[in-house]
């Protein structure tokens, strides 16, 4: 069982910043990749960023050049930095970690319990 502790959404204008947290617990292994999600109303989840533990990064084009998706192993944490929001970055964000053990054949995904952000002037 894996848990994952989400904190940092709010209410911010647009132009403005907001930096999210996720931080893990539990069964966590050594590989994995980890990322942030949005919903927005009457829209279909998407994906915003992904990190990997190797360090490789994927960004939605609709973030890149925004966004910026950082991890701190050492406390089990993955951060997203969001910069000069818009109105249609409106949506719940929600953390996710998909892992595999070592010599493993089974992926195994997570959730968090998301996270509202809205940006409205």
């Known amino acids: 069982q894996v848990q994952l502790e989400e904190s940092g959404g709010g209410l911010v204008q647009p132009w403005g910043s907001l930096r999210l947290s996720c931080a893990g617990s539990g069964n966590i292994f050594r590989a994995n990749a980890m990322g942030w999600y949005r919903q927005a109303l009457g829209k279909q989840r998407e994906l915003v960023a992904t990190i990997t533990s190797g360090g490789s990064i994927n960004y939605a084009d609709s973030v890149k050049g925004r966004c910026t998706i950082s991890r701190d192993d050492a406390k089990r944490t993955v951060y997203l930095q969001m910069n000069s929001l818009k109105p249609e970055d409106t949506a719940v964000y929600y953390c996710?970690?998909?892992?595999?053990?070592?010599?493993?054949?089974?992926?195994?995904?997570?959730w968090g319990q998301g996270t509202q952000v809205t940006v409205s002037s």
């Open positions: 996710n970690i998909h892992q595999r053990r070592a010599g493993g054949v089974r992926w195994y995904d997570y």
